[in-house]
C-alpha cells in the first residue's frame, strides 16, 4: 500500500516543489496544488455526484421493486438489473471514479503529513518549515484555528452534499451518511491539531473548493432537470399533435 501511496507522492512532491520554485512560498504553494489536483479530478467529482443523484432518483422504483419481489430474490435481481439498463445506469460506474480519485488524495495526504519523504529538492528541507500567516511553522501542528476551519469546512462539505437528497429517516444510507456528518468534522477536528499544519491547510482549501463545486453540481442538476421537463413536455405536445392529426385524418375519411 505505502508502494502505490508513493507512487502518486512524490510526483505530487516534484509538483510542488515546482510551485514553491515559482511563488516562493510554501503556504501559498499548497494551496495553488490543492486547487490544481482538485481541478483534475473535477471531472471524477462530477460523474460520481451525477451517479449519485441519479440513485437517489431511483430509490422509489427500487423500493418498489424490493417490495414486490421480496420473497424471490432471482427475479427481485432480474428486475433491478432491468431497471438499471432502462435507466442508463451502471451499478459499477459509481465505484471507478472514486476508485481512481482515492490514490491521488492519499498520495497528497502522505506528502504533506510527511513532505521530506517524497520530496528530495534541497530547497523543499528548508521550506516545508516555512511560517504561513499566523503558522510558525508549517510542519508543526496548528493547534486551533485551522483545526477548527478543517472540521467546519467538513461539516459544511456534508451538508451541501446531501441538499436534495431527501433521505427519509427509515433509510440506513440516509441515517449513517446523517451521523458522519456529525462525527466526521470532530474526528477532522482532533486530527488537525495533531497533523502538520500544511496538511490541515490543504484540507481546508480541499473542503473549501468542494463546497463550491457542491453549489456548482447543485445548479447543473437544476438546469439538467429543467431541460429533461421541457423535453418531456416537448414529447407531449407532439405526441398529443400525431394522435390529434390521426383523429382528423380518420373523420376526414
Given at each position: 500500500?505505502?508502494?502505490?501511496i508513493?507512487?502518486?507522492?512524490?510526483?505530487?512532491?516534484?509538483?510542488?516543489?515546482?510551485?514553491?520554485g515559482?511563488?516562493?512560498?510554501?503556504?501559498?504553494?499548497?494551496?495553488?496544488?490543492?486547487?490544481?489536483?482538485?481541478?483534475?479530478?473535477?471531472?471524477?467529482?462530477?460523474k460520481q455526484?451525477?451517479?449519485?443523484?441519479?440513485?437517489?432518483?431511483?430509490q422509489?422504483?427500487?423500493?418498489?421493486?424490493?417490495?414486490r419481489?421480496?420473497?424471490?430474490?432471482e427475479?427481485?435481481?432480474?428486475?433491478?438489473?432491468?431497471?438499471?439498463r432502462?435507466?442508463g445506469?451502471?451499478p459499477?460506474?459509481?465505484?471507478?471514479?472514486?476508485?481512481?480519485?482515492?490514490?491521488?488524495?492519499?498520495?497528497?495526504?502522505?506528502?504533506l503529513?510527511?513532505?521530506?519523504?517524497?520530496?528530495t529538492?534541497?530547497?523543499?528541507?528548508a521550506?516545508?518549515?516555512?511560517?504561513?500567516?499566523w503558522i510558525?511553522?508549517?510542519?508543526?501542528?496548528?493547534?486551533?484555528?485551522?483545526?477548527?476551519?478543517?472540521g467546519i469546512?467538513?461539516?459544511?462539505?456534508y451538508?451541501v452534499?446531501?441538499?436534495g437528497?431527501?433521505?427519509s429517516?427509515g433509510d440506513?444510507?440516509?441515517?449513517?451518511?446523517?451521523?458522519?456528518?456529525?462525527?466526521?468534522p470532530?474526528?477532522?477536528?482532533?486530527?488537525?491539531?495533531?497533523f502538520p499544519?500544511?496538511?490541515?491547510?490543504?484540507?481546508?482549501?480541499g473542503?473549501?473548493?468542494?463546497?463550491?463545486?457542491?453549489?456548482?453540481?447543485?445548479?447543473?442538476?437544476?438546469?439538467?432537470?429543467?431541460?429533461?421537463?421541457?423535453?418531456?413536455?416537448?414529447k407531449?405536445?407532439?405526441?398529443?399533435?400525431?394522435?390529434?392529426?390521426?383523429?382528423?385524418a380518420?373523420?376526414?375519411?
Amino acid at each position: 500500500m505505502n508502494f502505490i501511496i508513493g507512487l502518486f507522492a512524490k510526483p505530487i512532491g516534484s509538483l510542488l516543489a515546482w510551485i514553491y520554485g515559482i511563488v516562493n512560498n510554501y503556504g501559498l504553494s499548497i494551496i495553488i496544488l490543492t486547487v490544481l489536483v482538485r481541478l483534475i479530478i473535477l471531472p471524477l467529482y462530477a460523474k460520481q455526484i451525477k451517479y449519485q443523484a441519479k440513485m437517489t432518483d431511483l430509490q422509489p422504483k427500487l423500493k418498489e421493486i424490493q417490495e414486490r419481489y421480496a420473497a424471490d430474490r432471482e427475479t427481485l435481481s432480474q428486475k433491478t438489473m432491468e431497471l438499471y439498463r432502462e435507466e442508463g445506469v451502471s451499478p459499477s460506474s459509481g465505484c471507478l471514479p472514486l476508485l481512481i480519485q482515492m490514490p491521488i488524495i492519499m498520495g497528497l495526504f502522505a506528502l504533506l503529513r510527511s513532505p521530506l519523504t517524497y520530496m528530495t529538492a534541497p530547497q523543499m528541507i528548508a521550506a516545508v518549515h516555512e511560517s504561513f500567516l499566523w503558522i510558525k511553522d508549517l510542519c508543526q501542528p496548528d493547534s486551533w484555528i485551522l483545526p477548527l476551519i478543517a472540521g467546519i469546512s467538513t461539516y459544511l462539505t456534508y451538508t451541501v452534499g446531501m441538499m436534495g437528497q431527501g433521505a427519509s429517516g427509515g433509510d440506513p444510507t440516509g441515517a449513517m451518511s446523517k451521523m458522519m456528518q456529525y462525527f466526521f468534522p470532530v474526528f477532522i477536528f482532533l486530527l488537525g491539531r495533531s497533523f502538520p499544519a500544511g496538511l490541515a491547510l490543504y484540507w481546508a482549501i480541499g473542503n473549501t473548493f468542494m463546497i463550491f463545486q457542491g453549489f456548482y453540481m447543485k445548479k447543473v442538476k437544476e438546469r439538467e432537470a429543467i431541460r429533461d421537463e421541457i423535453i418531456k413536455e416537448e414529447k407531449e405536445n407532439r405526441r398529443q399533435a400525431r394522435e390529434a392529426a390521426k383523429k382528423e385524418a380518420k373523420n376526414k375519411k
